[in-house]
């Protein structure tokens, strides 16, 4: 039995819990009502740039905004996740069976894809895995939704407004429905994961319906998908790159481009067999002098243009080397070494700005000028100046 001063205290706590109610309400309703409003300025933007009133109206109507897809939009992840982590996921065991079974079923229609593109048949399902994990996830939110939410409400408006109106291009073309698009919460699109403009630019009639269809056509996947590469720059005929074996003295702050014959004159050795001959290539080391290093050649660039991050172009790499029964990574990665969180990150950048290796501004996140810091302030301690942060690094640092 509640005493009197139960009863009051209750009674306040509800009082505070139906004004929180209805402040959350009358901000959700101001919010839906400004959503609306954006909306239809920008139906009169399209229709400036040609799309017909049909496609707006059946479009357009059903199209609402999306609150989900605003916190996906501003959530970082608080730990920057290391590279052999994303390959275990990647470069799976079920990934590379799954691909081996996927090349089986669609054989003839990848090898058509790799005569007209000149892009291995390998490569072409490696991507569809890595990108939606053979058409198993690729999304289940309205694109118009998404670049709609976006464009009202999220970090890169104009971006996502410029998607908008290339995702309403696209459905008034009648490659697809707007019904029918959808994909990730960020707009990514179908079994290749394509943004909308990226679909127009690249995208391909691989079964000669009339139609580009990235959803249900693993024919026009495919042809989409060797299209996109061989106007990246893809060399037929050429590897990838490979595994390499760095010498002990070997000059980690090197930039820049050189031919195998170069690299070779430096003590650069293959793992296995001999080096590919390129003659503008990359020495990459993603985990630093402790983990695997791989020369790269133009094919590897092509595969940064779809994505530009080198764990997602490694992971390509070598699912299609998985796929067609080619030798894995041999050297092993630093799995002792803790992750930096982005904090950690930020941090480091603020340290490394206080001791004169200017990395601009400390935004949490690894890029190639706080790598060439850190590779500065590696060289004044006397360490191997790799640009691989470390916490015994992040350590160091604010010692000095």
């Known amino acids: 039995m509640l005493t009197a001063g139960a009863v009051q205290a209750e009674g306040g706590l509800m009082s505070e819990v139906d004004g929180r109610t209805a402040k959350d309400a009358a901000a959700g309703e101001q919010q839906r009502a400004g959503f609306e409003q954006w909306l239809a300025g920008f139906r009169r933007h399209a229709a400036a740039q040609g799309v017909s009133e049909q496609t707006l109206t059946r479009a357009l109507d059903g199209v609402r905004y999306r609150a989900k897809i605003i916190e996906h939009d501003r959530h970082q992840p608080e730990f920057v996740r290391p590279i052999w982590q994303y390959l275990d996921t990647a470069v799976s065991s079920a990934r590379v069976t799954t691909g081996r079974e996927k090349l089986a079923a669609h054989g003839d229609t990848a090898r058509e894809m790799e005569r007209r593109y000149g ?30 939410t976006l464009a009202f409400d999220g970090r890169r408006r104009d971006f996502a407004r410029q998607e908008l109106l290339a995702a309403l291009k696209i459905v008034d073309a009648g490659d697809i429905s707007a019904d029918d698009m959808v994909g990730s919460w960020a707009g990514a699109m179908g079994h290749t994961q394509f943004i909308p403009s990226s679909f127009m630019a690249y995208a391909v009639d691989g079964d000669g319906d009339g139609r580009r269809d990235i959803w249900d056509s693993i024919p026009d996947v495919m042809a989409s998908t060797a299209n996109y590469l061989k106007r990246a720059s893809w060399q037929p005929g050429k590897p990838w790159g490979a595994e390499v074996r760095l010498p002990d003295d070997f000059d980690y702050a090197q930039t820049g481009r050189r031919s195998t014959a170069e690299w070779r004159r430096q003590g650069v050795r293959a793992i296995n067999d001999t080096l590919p001959e390129f003659s503008s290539a990359e020495v990459i080391v993603p985990a630093g002098a402790q983990g695997p290093a791989f020369l790269t050649g133009p094919n590897f660039r092509s595969i940064l243009r779809y994505n530009n991050a080198t764990s997602y172009a490694l992971a390509v790499a070598k699912l299609g080397d998985a796929i067609a029964e080619r030798e894995g990574i041999v050297q092993s990665w630093p799995r002792e070494q803790a992750p930096l969180t982005r904090d950690d990150v930020f941090r480091l950048q603020q340290l490394l700005n206080r001791l004169g290796h200017d990395v601009g501004g400390a935004d949490g996140i690894m890029g190639p000028n706080t790598r060439k810091g850190l590779r500065a302030f590696q060289r004044d301690q006397g360490l191997t100046a790799d640009g691989f942060a470390t916490q015994a690094l992040l350590a160091r640092l604010e010692n000095a």
Do not use: K, Q, R
Request: charged letters at 10%.
């Open 119 to 148: 892009v291995p048949a390998e490569i072409i399902v490696a991507i569809w895995g890595i990108e939606s994990n053979y058409g198993s996830h690729f999304g289940s939110y309205s694109t118009l939704d998404a670049f709609a």
